[in-house]
């Protein structure tokens, strides 16, 4: 069996893909989860999303901004993937006001601004469950 914690010798780290539209949040939110042993892909759109989901490498964790600018936002980012990748695990994030409910199955949202302890917790945890 693969272990894919990422923290051992020799152990393969986990995947997370990172969608999000500011570039500055999604190159720092990667930066700590590379120094967290993780193996990052990052997107800008739900659309780079949707095509590397597809692709070759396997994804452990999706973890999405809620607001991507055009097109698809994260919540039907993170609800396609739900339905047509099984074992993804999901982990949201939004600055804006929590106004609009999460549906449940997407677990609770990353507020930002957020602390580098708690975005790494908050993956560890998302890919525990």
């Known amino acids: 069996m693969e272990n894919r914690g990422g923290s051992e010798f020799g152990a393969v780290p986990q995947i997370i893909l990172i969608v999000e539209d500011e570039a500055l949040v999604r190159v720092d ?3 700590y989860l590379r120094d967290g042993g993780f193996c990052v892909h ?3 759109t739900a659309s ?4 590397a989901l597809q692709s070759e490498f396997a994804v452990d964790l999706l973890f999405t901004d809620i607001n991507l ?5 994260g919540i039907e980012l993170a609800l396609w993937a739900l339905a047509n990748l099984p074992g993804v695990k999901i982990l949201v994030t939004t600055g804006d006001t929590l106004k609009n409910v999460l549906p449940g199955v997407l677990g ?3 507020p930002k601004p957020y602390a580098v302890s708690d975005l790494l ?5 998302a890919l525990a469950t």
């Open 29 to 31: 939110a990667a930066e």
């Open 42 to 44: 990052e997107a800008t």
């Open 48 to 51: 780079e999303a949707m095509d």
């Open 69 to 73: 600018g055009r097109g698809m936002n």
């Open 108 to 110: 609770k949202i990353l």
């Open 121 to 125: 917790r908050r993956v560890k945890h």
